[in-house]
Nanobody
Framework: QVQLVESGGGLVQPGDSLTLSCVVS????????LAWFRQTPGKEREAVSR????????WYTDSVKGRFFIYRDLPKNTMYLQMSALQVEDTGIYYC???????????????WGQGTQVTVGP
């Protein structure tokens, strides 16, 4: 059974940087992909970025391209989301998720962490 534990959220100012971590355990086939989703009040949960855990292919939603960087450390069983030039619009609960498919569809991810809050405010 896959277990995911996020950390690293907090309150920052616009333009600041923050790195989220997701410690992964029990990750094995058919699981292949780890992703970060974001839940903003009044909006559906959206995929922000994802990574193929073995080959490290990556994907980013347009609004974070050039500002966010996803990577994983295999020996540490940890995935990271390095966020820079943060904007108020980046505020939300960030969830780590695992799934078998290279997709941004929420329902394709069957393991979820508890979420970590990121607040970007003046």
């Amino acid at each position: 059974q896959v277990q995911l534990v996020e950390s690293g959220g907090g309150l920052v100012q616009p333009g600041d940087s923050l790195t989220l971590s997701c410690v992964v355990s029990g990750f094995r086939r058919p699981y292949r992909v780890l992703a970060w989703f974001r839940q903003t009040p009044g909006k559906e949960r959206e995929a922000v970025s994802r990574i193929d855990y073995q080959v490290a292919d990556t994907w980013y939603t347009d609004s974070v391209k050039g500002r966010f960087f996803i990577y994983r450390d295999l020996p540490k069983n940890t995935m990271y989301l390095q966020m820079s030039a943060l904007q108020v619009e980046d505020t939300g609960i960030y969830y780590c998720a695992a799934g078998p498919l290279w997709t941004s569809v929420e329902s394709d991810y069957t393991a979820w962490g508890q979420g970590t809050q990121v607040t970007v405010g003046p």
